[in-house]
Protein backbone atom coordinates (compact mmCIF):
# COMPACT_ATOMS: atom_id res chain seq x y z
CA UNK A 1 0.00 0.00 0.00
CA UNK A 2 2.76 2.51 0.91
CA UNK A 3 4.80 1.74 -2.52
CA UNK A 4 1.35 2.05 -4.37
CA UNK A 5 0.90 5.50 -2.72
CA UNK A 6 4.37 6.64 -3.57
CA UNK A 7 3.50 5.57 -7.26
CA UNK A 8 0.35 7.61 -7.55
CA UNK A 9 2.42 10.87 -5.88
CA UNK A 10 5.14 9.92 -8.73
CA UNK A 11 2.53 9.60 -11.58
CA UNK A 12 1.09 13.33 -10.81
CA UNK A 13 4.24 15.11 -12.71
CA UNK A 14 3.78 12.57 -15.34
CA UNK A 15 0.38 13.38 -15.68
CA UNK A 16 1.48 16.63 -16.08
CA UNK A 17 3.79 16.84 -18.60
CA UNK A 18 0.82 14.49 -20.37
CA UNK A 19 -1.14 18.50 -20.46
CA UNK A 20 -1.40 18.69 -23.92
CA UNK A 21 -2.92 15.20 -24.63
CA UNK A 22 -5.84 15.55 -22.44
CA UNK A 23 -6.15 19.44 -23.50
CA UNK A 24 -6.87 18.00 -27.32
CA UNK A 25 -9.16 15.30 -25.93
CA UNK A 26 -11.15 18.33 -24.11
CA UNK A 27 -11.00 20.25 -27.01
CA UNK A 28 -12.64 17.82 -29.34
CA UNK A 29 -14.55 16.45 -26.54
CA UNK A 30 -16.23 20.26 -26.67
CA UNK A 31 -16.30 20.55 -30.46
CA UNK A 32 -18.17 17.11 -30.43
CA UNK A 33 -21.18 18.58 -28.01
CA UNK A 34 -20.97 21.75 -29.92
CA UNK A 35 -21.81 19.76 -33.35
CA UNK A 36 -24.13 17.37 -31.84
CA UNK A 37 -26.44 20.22 -29.95
CA UNK A 38 -26.03 22.43 -33.59
CA UNK A 39 -27.34 19.89 -35.57
CA UNK A 40 -30.03 18.55 -32.97
CA UNK A 41 -28.58 15.17 -32.64
CA UNK A 42 -27.80 15.53 -28.66
CA UNK A 43 -29.63 11.59 -28.42
CA UNK A 44 -26.29 10.24 -30.11
CA UNK A 45 -23.80 10.51 -27.72
CA UNK A 46 -22.03 7.65 -26.47
CA UNK A 47 -20.18 8.69 -23.62
CA UNK A 48 -21.98 6.01 -21.39
CA UNK A 49 -21.60 3.27 -23.68
CA UNK A 50 -18.12 3.00 -23.36
CA UNK A 51 -17.85 3.63 -19.55
CA UNK A 52 -17.15 -0.50 -18.41
CA UNK A 53 -16.25 -1.65 -21.44
CA UNK A 54 -13.88 0.12 -22.18
CA UNK A 55 -12.19 0.00 -18.93
CA UNK A 56 -12.62 -3.53 -19.15
CA UNK A 57 -11.02 -4.47 -22.77
CA UNK A 58 -8.59 -1.51 -22.53
CA UNK A 59 -7.74 -1.04 -18.76
CA UNK A 60 -8.03 -4.51 -16.18
CA UNK A 61 -7.51 -6.99 -19.51
CA UNK A 62 -4.24 -5.40 -20.71
CA UNK A 63 -3.04 -4.79 -17.64
CA UNK A 64 -3.66 -8.89 -16.50
CA UNK A 65 -2.04 -9.70 -19.85
CA UNK A 66 1.35 -7.20 -19.10
CA UNK A 67 2.07 -8.24 -15.73
CA UNK A 68 1.58 -11.96 -17.07
CA UNK A 69 4.58 -10.64 -20.11
CA UNK A 70 6.25 -9.03 -17.10
CA UNK A 71 6.05 -12.37 -14.51
CA UNK A 72 6.86 -14.99 -17.73
CA UNK A 73 10.44 -13.28 -18.39
CA UNK A 74 11.40 -12.76 -15.16
CA UNK A 75 11.16 -16.21 -15.18
CA UNK A 76 12.34 -17.65 -18.25
CA UNK A 77 15.00 -14.94 -19.25
CA UNK A 78 17.05 -12.87 -17.06
CA UNK A 79 18.31 -16.02 -15.01
CA UNK A 80 21.17 -14.65 -12.99
CA UNK A 81 19.89 -10.97 -13.14
CA UNK A 82 16.41 -12.14 -12.02
CA UNK A 83 16.77 -10.04 -8.74
CA UNK A 84 17.53 -7.11 -10.22
CA UNK A 85 15.37 -7.43 -13.31
CA UNK A 86 12.59 -8.08 -10.62
CA UNK A 87 13.25 -4.47 -8.67
CA UNK A 88 13.42 -2.69 -12.02
CA UNK A 89 10.00 -4.13 -13.49
CA UNK A 90 8.13 -3.54 -9.91
CA UNK A 91 9.64 -0.25 -8.52
CA UNK A 92 7.89 2.37 -7.62
CA UNK A 93 8.86 4.64 -10.36
CA UNK A 94 7.92 1.87 -12.88
CA UNK A 95 4.47 1.86 -11.34
CA UNK A 96 3.98 5.56 -11.61
CA UNK A 97 4.80 5.38 -14.93
CA UNK A 98 2.38 3.14 -15.80
CA UNK A 99 -0.33 4.80 -13.57
CA UNK A 100 0.07 7.75 -15.60
CA UNK A 101 -0.31 5.60 -19.04
CA UNK A 102 -4.07 4.88 -17.45
CA UNK A 103 -5.43 7.82 -16.81
CA UNK A 104 -4.37 8.37 -20.62
CA UNK A 105 -6.16 5.18 -21.32
CA UNK A 106 -9.34 6.28 -19.16
CA UNK A 107 -9.53 9.97 -20.32
CA UNK A 108 -8.99 8.17 -24.40
CA UNK A 109 -12.57 6.27 -22.93
CA UNK A 110 -13.60 9.77 -23.20
CA UNK A 111 -12.29 10.64 -26.38
CA UNK A 112 -13.83 7.50 -27.77
CA UNK A 113 -17.17 8.45 -26.67
CA UNK A 114 -16.48 11.78 -28.56
CA UNK A 115 -15.83 9.89 -32.00
CA UNK A 116 -18.69 7.74 -31.72
CA UNK A 117 -21.39 10.63 -31.12
CA UNK A 118 -19.51 12.60 -34.08
CA UNK A 119 -19.86 9.80 -36.44
CA UNK A 120 -23.46 8.78 -35.38
CA UNK A 121 -24.19 12.24 -36.03
CA UNK A 122 -22.59 12.63 -39.39
CA UNK A 123 -25.82 11.22 -40.99
CA UNK A 124 -28.11 13.85 -39.50
CA UNK A 125 -25.25 16.61 -40.66
CA UNK A 126 -25.33 15.77 -44.22
CA UNK A 127 -29.32 14.18 -44.46
CA UNK A 128 -28.06 10.53 -45.82
CA UNK A 129 -24.85 9.08 -47.52
CA UNK A 130 -24.17 10.75 -50.50
CA UNK A 131 -20.97 10.04 -52.06
CA UNK A 132 -21.74 5.98 -52.24
CA UNK A 133 -21.70 6.15 -56.07
CA UNK A 134 -19.04 8.49 -56.59
CA UNK A 135 -16.31 6.62 -54.94
CA UNK A 136 -18.03 3.24 -56.67
CA UNK A 137 -17.36 4.68 -60.12
CA UNK A 138 -13.95 5.79 -59.28
CA UNK A 139 -12.96 2.74 -57.72
CA UNK A 140 -13.65 0.41 -60.82
CA UNK A 141 -12.49 3.28 -62.72
CA UNK A 142 -8.60 2.58 -61.14
CA UNK A 143 -9.23 -0.88 -61.26
CA UNK A 144 -9.79 -1.42 -64.98
CA UNK A 145 -13.81 -0.78 -64.92
CA UNK A 146 -14.43 -3.63 -62.74
CA UNK A 147 -15.49 -2.92 -58.84
CA UNK A 148 -12.34 -4.36 -57.22
CA UNK A 149 -14.13 -6.81 -54.86
CA UNK A 150 -14.73 -8.91 -58.41
CA UNK A 151 -10.92 -9.27 -58.81
CA UNK A 152 -10.80 -10.50 -54.83
CA UNK A 153 -13.17 -13.25 -55.59
CA UNK A 154 -11.92 -14.12 -59.18
CA UNK A 155 -8.84 -16.19 -56.82
CA UNK A 156 -10.52 -16.00 -52.95
CA UNK A 157 -14.21 -16.80 -53.05
CA UNK A 158 -13.84 -19.45 -50.32
CA UNK A 159 -15.28 -19.66 -46.83
CA UNK A 160 -11.98 -20.59 -45.59
CA UNK A 161 -10.55 -17.67 -46.45
CA UNK A 162 -13.66 -15.47 -45.52
CA UNK A 163 -12.87 -17.07 -42.50
CA UNK A 164 -9.93 -16.05 -41.68
CA UNK A 165 -10.05 -12.41 -43.31
CA UNK A 166 -13.20 -12.15 -40.79
CA UNK A 167 -11.52 -13.17 -37.56
CA UNK A 168 -8.31 -10.93 -38.77
CA UNK A 169 -10.40 -7.72 -39.53
CA UNK A 170 -12.93 -8.45 -36.28
CA UNK A 171 -10.70 -9.82 -34.09
CA UNK A 172 -6.23 -9.50 -34.56
CA UNK A 173 -6.77 -6.13 -35.88
CA UNK A 174 -8.34 -4.96 -32.34
CA UNK A 175 -6.23 -6.68 -30.38
CA UNK A 176 -2.79 -5.49 -32.41
CA UNK A 177 -4.17 -1.89 -32.43
CA UNK A 178 -5.22 -1.19 -29.34
CA UNK A 179 -2.91 -3.80 -27.58
CA UNK A 180 0.28 -1.44 -29.71
CA UNK A 181 -1.80 1.96 -27.69
CA UNK A 182 -1.55 0.26 -24.02
CA UNK A 183 1.92 -0.81 -24.49
CA UNK A 184 3.34 2.42 -26.19
CA UNK A 185 1.25 4.30 -23.18
CA UNK A 186 1.60 2.14 -20.41
CA UNK A 187 5.27 0.94 -20.68
CA UNK A 188 8.35 3.14 -19.72
CA UNK A 189 10.21 1.38 -23.01
CA UNK A 190 8.41 3.25 -25.98
CA UNK A 191 8.66 6.55 -23.60
CA UNK A 192 10.25 8.30 -26.00
CA UNK A 193 7.48 8.20 -28.66
CA UNK A 194 4.10 8.84 -26.29
CA UNK A 195 3.54 11.91 -26.92
CA UNK A 196 4.56 11.62 -30.77
CA UNK A 197 2.37 8.12 -31.36
CA UNK A 198 -1.07 9.72 -28.97
CA UNK A 199 -0.65 13.32 -31.47
CA UNK A 200 -0.90 10.96 -34.39
CA UNK A 201 -3.35 8.28 -33.03
CA UNK A 202 -5.84 10.74 -32.13
CA UNK A 203 -5.46 13.26 -35.05
CA UNK A 204 -6.13 10.02 -37.52
CA UNK A 205 -9.25 9.25 -35.78
CA UNK A 206 -10.78 12.72 -36.15
CA UNK A 207 -9.32 13.83 -39.63
CA UNK A 208 -9.89 10.51 -40.99
CA UNK A 209 -13.18 9.41 -38.77
CA UNK A 210 -14.97 12.55 -38.10
CA UNK A 211 -13.70 15.62 -40.93
CA UNK A 212 -12.97 13.64 -43.70
CA UNK A 213 -15.84 11.07 -43.21
CA UNK A 214 -17.95 13.89 -42.77
CA UNK A 215 -17.24 15.56 -45.88
CA UNK A 216 -17.51 13.03 -48.52
CA UNK A 217 -20.21 10.23 -46.54
CA UNK A 218 -20.38 7.25 -47.59
CA UNK A 219 -22.12 4.37 -46.07
CA UNK A 220 -19.66 1.57 -47.72
CA UNK A 221 -20.43 -1.46 -50.06
CA UNK A 222 -22.07 -3.50 -47.81
CA UNK A 223 -24.89 -0.82 -47.56
CA UNK A 224 -24.57 0.52 -51.09
CA UNK A 225 -28.02 -0.97 -52.06
CA UNK A 226 -29.26 0.46 -49.57
CA UNK A 227 -28.66 4.13 -49.61
CA UNK A 228 -28.53 3.93 -53.87
CA UNK A 229 -30.99 1.83 -54.42
CA UNK A 230 -29.27 -0.44 -57.05
CA UNK A 231 -29.12 -3.83 -55.03
CA UNK A 232 -27.51 -5.46 -57.68
CA UNK A 233 -24.40 -4.08 -57.98
CA UNK A 234 -22.72 -5.63 -54.89
CA UNK A 235 -25.50 -8.24 -54.45
CA UNK A 236 -23.22 -11.51 -55.27
CA UNK A 237 -21.05 -10.37 -52.72
CA UNK A 238 -23.58 -9.74 -50.39
CA UNK A 239 -24.86 -13.00 -50.87
CA UNK A 240 -21.32 -14.86 -50.56
CA UNK A 241 -20.58 -13.05 -47.01
CA UNK A 242 -24.16 -14.14 -46.09
CA UNK A 243 -22.69 -17.45 -45.66
CA UNK A 244 -20.98 -16.16 -42.23
CA UNK A 245 -24.27 -15.04 -40.50
CA UNK A 246 -24.74 -16.23 -37.22
CA UNK A 247 -20.84 -16.43 -36.50
CA UNK A 248 -19.20 -14.88 -33.71
CA UNK A 249 -17.06 -12.88 -36.07
CA UNK A 250 -19.04 -12.19 -38.96
CA UNK A 251 -18.84 -9.50 -41.11
CA UNK A 252 -23.12 -9.57 -42.22
CA UNK A 253 -23.63 -9.44 -38.33
CA UNK A 254 -22.49 -6.71 -37.27
CA UNK A 255 -23.35 -5.12 -40.99
CA UNK A 256 -26.86 -5.92 -39.85
CA UNK A 257 -25.90 -4.97 -36.55
CA UNK A 258 -24.55 -0.94 -37.46
CA UNK A 259 -28.03 -0.68 -40.20
CA UNK A 260 -30.14 -1.93 -37.47
CA UNK A 261 -29.28 1.14 -34.98
CA UNK A 262 -28.94 3.68 -37.89
CA UNK A 263 -32.60 2.90 -38.91
CA UNK A 264 -33.49 3.10 -34.97
CA UNK A 265 -31.69 6.16 -34.68
CA UNK A 266 -29.88 4.45 -31.97
CA UNK A 267 -26.58 4.94 -30.67
CA UNK A 268 -24.18 1.51 -29.60
CA UNK A 269 -20.79 0.40 -28.69
CA UNK A 270 -18.62 1.13 -32.07
CA UNK A 271 -21.81 2.08 -33.90
CA UNK A 272 -21.85 4.44 -36.83
CA UNK A 273 -21.82 4.18 -40.42
CA UNK A 274 -19.08 5.57 -42.84
CA UNK A 275 -16.68 4.00 -45.22
CA UNK A 276 -14.47 6.85 -46.66
CA UNK A 277 -11.70 6.98 -45.94
CA UNK A 278 -11.01 3.32 -43.68
CA UNK A 279 -9.93 3.88 -40.05
CA UNK A 280 -8.57 0.28 -40.11
CA UNK A 281 -5.77 0.97 -42.56
CA UNK A 282 -5.20 4.24 -41.74
CA UNK A 283 -4.42 3.46 -37.87
CA UNK A 284 -2.49 0.47 -39.47
CA UNK A 285 -0.62 2.10 -41.66
CA UNK A 286 0.43 4.38 -38.21
CA UNK A 287 1.41 1.43 -36.54
CA UNK A 288 3.87 -0.14 -39.46
CA UNK A 289 4.86 3.35 -39.97
CA UNK A 290 6.50 3.83 -35.61
CA UNK A 291 7.31 -0.27 -36.18
CA UNK A 292 9.60 0.78 -38.77
CA UNK A 293 11.53 3.25 -36.59
CA UNK A 294 12.36 0.59 -34.38
CA UNK A 295 13.19 -2.30 -37.10
CA UNK A 296 13.29 -2.04 -40.98
CA UNK A 297 12.33 -6.04 -41.44
CA UNK A 298 9.49 -5.84 -39.01
CA UNK A 299 8.37 -2.62 -40.53
CA UNK A 300 8.34 -4.39 -43.80
CA UNK A 301 5.83 -7.23 -42.18
CA UNK A 302 3.93 -4.40 -40.81
CA UNK A 303 3.12 -2.98 -44.12
CA UNK A 304 2.51 -6.02 -45.69
CA UNK A 305 -0.44 -6.53 -43.23
CA UNK A 306 -1.59 -2.85 -44.35
CA UNK A 307 -2.07 -4.08 -47.58
CA UNK A 308 -3.72 -7.29 -46.36
CA UNK A 309 -5.96 -5.11 -44.02
CA UNK A 310 -6.68 -2.85 -47.23
CA UNK A 311 -7.39 -6.11 -48.95
CA UNK A 312 -9.93 -7.07 -46.35
CA UNK A 313 -11.76 -4.29 -46.14
CA UNK A 314 -12.60 -4.78 -49.91
CA UNK A 315 -13.11 -8.31 -49.57
CA UNK A 316 -15.54 -8.11 -46.33
CA UNK A 317 -17.89 -5.31 -48.55
CA UNK A 318 -17.37 -2.56 -45.27
CA UNK A 319 -15.07 -0.24 -47.79
CA UNK A 320 -14.41 1.02 -51.69
CA UNK A 321 -10.50 0.16 -51.98
CA UNK A 322 -9.67 4.13 -52.65
CA UNK A 323 -10.90 4.44 -48.72
CA UNK A 324 -7.87 2.43 -48.00
CA UNK A 325 -6.16 4.79 -50.11
CA UNK A 326 -6.74 7.84 -48.53
CA UNK A 327 -6.46 6.86 -44.97
CA UNK A 328 -2.94 5.39 -45.73
CA UNK A 329 -1.71 9.06 -47.33
CA UNK A 330 -3.42 10.69 -44.47
CA UNK A 331 -1.57 8.70 -41.86
CA UNK A 332 1.50 9.12 -43.69
CA UNK A 333 0.63 12.85 -43.62
CA UNK A 334 0.13 12.93 -40.02
CA UNK A 335 3.19 11.01 -39.67
CA UNK A 336 5.76 13.25 -41.05
CA UNK A 337 4.09 16.34 -39.68
CA UNK A 338 4.57 14.76 -35.80
CA UNK A 339 7.79 13.94 -36.56
CA UNK A 340 8.95 17.34 -37.62
CA UNK A 341 6.20 19.35 -34.80
CA UNK A 342 6.75 16.62 -31.75
CA UNK A 343 9.57 16.24 -30.33
CA UNK A 344 10.86 13.15 -28.92
CA UNK A 345 10.32 12.64 -25.23
CA UNK A 346 13.30 11.66 -23.29
CA UNK A 347 13.59 7.87 -22.33
CA UNK A 348 12.19 7.00 -19.22
CA UNK A 349 14.46 4.26 -17.97
CA UNK A 350 16.78 1.65 -18.41
CA UNK A 351 17.09 -2.26 -17.17
CA UNK A 352 20.55 -2.13 -15.13
CA UNK A 353 23.32 -4.84 -15.85
CA UNK A 354 24.85 -7.33 -13.52
CA UNK A 355 27.48 -5.16 -12.01
CA UNK A 356 25.41 -2.14 -10.93
CA UNK A 357 22.76 -1.44 -8.74
CA UNK A 358 19.25 -1.37 -9.97
CA UNK A 359 19.00 2.63 -11.61
CA UNK A 360 15.82 3.91 -13.32
CA UNK A 361 16.02 7.17 -15.40
CA UNK A 362 13.53 8.80 -14.55
CA UNK A 363 12.41 12.16 -16.27
CA UNK A 364 10.90 14.78 -14.07
CA UNK A 365 8.83 18.32 -16.25
CA UNK A 366 11.04 20.82 -16.17
CA UNK A 367 14.20 19.23 -15.13
CA UNK A 368 16.88 17.17 -16.86
CA UNK A 369 16.89 13.06 -16.58
CA UNK A 370 17.74 12.02 -13.02
CA UNK A 371 18.67 8.95 -11.57
CA UNK A 372 16.69 7.05 -8.55
Known amino acids: ?119 NGMPVWQDGFSFDVTHADIDAFLHFGADPWRWLYMVAENDF ?26 SPWTASIRTRYLACFMVVWVVVGNILAGLFLSAGPAFYGAVTGDTARFGEQMAFLAHGAGSSNSAVSYQQYLWTLHEARQTGFGSGISAFPSLHVGLAMLNALFVREYNRRLGAVAFAYVAFVAVS ?60
Not at 337 to 342: C, D, E, F, H, P
Open 161 to 186: VRIAVEWNYNVLWFALNFGALFFIVT
Open 313 to 372: SVYLAWHYAIDGYAAAAVAIVVYAVARKLVPADRPYLRLPTQDEPSTEIVDRPGTAATVS
Open 1 to 119: MRQLWAATNGAIPLVRRDSGLYLFIAIYTLAGLVFLHAIGAADRSAYSIYFWRWILLNGVMPSAFAILVDVSLLMHRFDGRRRLAAKHVFSTSRLAYSLSGLCLMMALMIFQGTFTSVK
